[in-house]
């Protein structure tokens, strides 16, 4: 049987990247010609973006294979690993990336080390994080990336990202610069340690950061295939004029923006989140029924206060926000008439404040024509609140993509 011409394209691109991760060391060049070279350098951009958050225990001599969507194309690729919720310093001795083939088995030649600060071994201390020296080679957009990590001695509270809606890998011992998946036969729905990747793409590229909740992080899309709205995001920009090109899903289940609980909240983990990261110009902020929901006394003017100083310090940036009105979710079993009134006030305020740099209306997206206090039936994901892969289309086309490219 012939392989059609989907197969053979993919097949090509895969052959085409493993080739660009292989490529060797640039040699030296005159200074004159560095010189021109470094005033045109593109500066780098997120192209993968995942919330920190305490995730149980470490493991020493434990090894992880991470499988993430890349989303804008670029060159000397970066990751950044996080040590935000450890209470002792952690070492990785051996890091590699690759491009995935299918499960744990990477595209034969693609896997390649990382080094930081031209060491192998990097050793992150309690809170903090560290980035890795660029990669050589050309990483293209929609790239299931693979970074194999491993941690000789970790202990006490580990760092990464509970709801990944991708499967991943782990192992005991180290394996990470195998290329086969026989070692890793443990499958795990998290990231570990790993929060961010970026690339250098064409000079005036930029990225967006979705800051949110668990509509945000994907609950109720397709694992494994890249539905979550920010996803869909990414592609309708990669087929866009807009130059801002990268997607960083900052969303974290629970979360919240005034109170600590699933994840620090939007308020107090703006700034590594968002803030911190190459490239964004806008924060897209899809944030709030968590707060509603929960009936702790919360009010809209609370709602509004913690909104609004999300957008000072963003501005303060230099970063453009978006904001997009809160959900419906009545059959929910928190919601009541006075947690849908408070919906209300805060969409309201979303809506017509004029304090965004854009508005985004998800709830017109999503509700339901016949009883506009529910989500569209057509769009839910089955609990009411989370919307299906067709609902996380929906609110990805409805956002204004040159609201995206906008400065301060």
Not at 68 to 89: E, K, M, Q
Not at 106 to 133: C, H, K, M, Q, W
Request: net charge negative.
């Amino acid at each position: 049987m012939t392989a059609g011409p989907a197969r053979l394209r993919r097949t090509a691109a895969l052959l085409l990247l493993a080739a660009a991760f292989q490529a060797g060391p640039a040699h030296a060049q005159p200074q004159a010609q560095t010189q021109v070279k470094a005033l045109n350098d593109p500066k780098p951009v997120i192209t993968w973006g995942s919330s920190a958050d305490h995730l149980g225990d470490g493991v020493a001599d434990r090894g992880y294979r991470l499988i993430v969507h890349t989303s804008v194309a670029g060159s000397d690729l970066r990751i950044r690993l996080s040590n935000a919720f450890g209470d002792r310093p952690v070492t990785f001795d051996n890091v590699w990336a690759g491009v995935q083939q299918a499960g744990a088995a990477l595209v034969p030649g693609s896997n390649r080390r990382l080094t930081f600060g031209g060491e192998r071994s990097v050793t992150i201390p309690a809170g903090a994080v560290a980035y890795s020296d660029p990669l050589s080679g050309k990483l293209p957009a929609a790239t299931n990336l693979v970074v194999s990590i491993h941690t000789p001695d970790a202990a006490g509270p580990a760092t990464g990202h509970g709801m990944a809606m991708q499967t991943s890998y782990a192992t005991q011992g180290d394996h990470t610069g195998e290329e086969g998946a026989t070692a890793w036969t443990n499958s795990i729905g998290s990231w570990y340690y790993l929060d961010a990747v970026s690339v250098r793409p064409s000079a005036g590229t930029g990225a967006v950061v979705t800051l949110g909740d668990s509509i945000t992080d994907g609950w109720a899309s397709t694992s494994d295939l890249n539905r979550r709205w920010p996803d869909y995001l990414a592609r309708r920009l990669q087929r866009s004029d807009t130059a801002v090109k990268g997607v960083a899903n900052e969303g974290i289940s629970g979360n919240k923006v005034l109170a600590d609980g699933a994840g620090q909240s939007a308020l107090n983990r703006l700034q590594r989140d968002v803030l911190s990261h190459p490239g964004v110009r806008t924060v897209f902020l899809f944030e709030g029924v968590n707060d509603i929901k929960a009936h702790t006394g919360v009010t809209a003017q609370d709602m509004i206060a913690g909104y609004r100083e999300i957008i000072d310090r963003a501005h303060a940036a230099g970063k453009c926000v978006v904001g997009a009105t809160v959900g419906p979710f009545k059959g929910w079993s928190e919601w009541d008439p006075a947690a849908e009134a408070l919906r209300q006030e805060v969409n309201q305020f979303i809506r017509d404040s004029g304090e965004f740099d854009a508005v985004t209306d998800f709830d017109h997206i999503l509700r339901s024509p016949y009883d506009q206090e529910r989500i569209l039936p057509f769009f839910d994901g089955g609990d009411h609140l989370h919307p299906n892969d067709k609902g996380m289309a929906a609110m990805a086309d409805a956002v204004d993509l040159k609201s995206l490219d906008c400065a301060k």
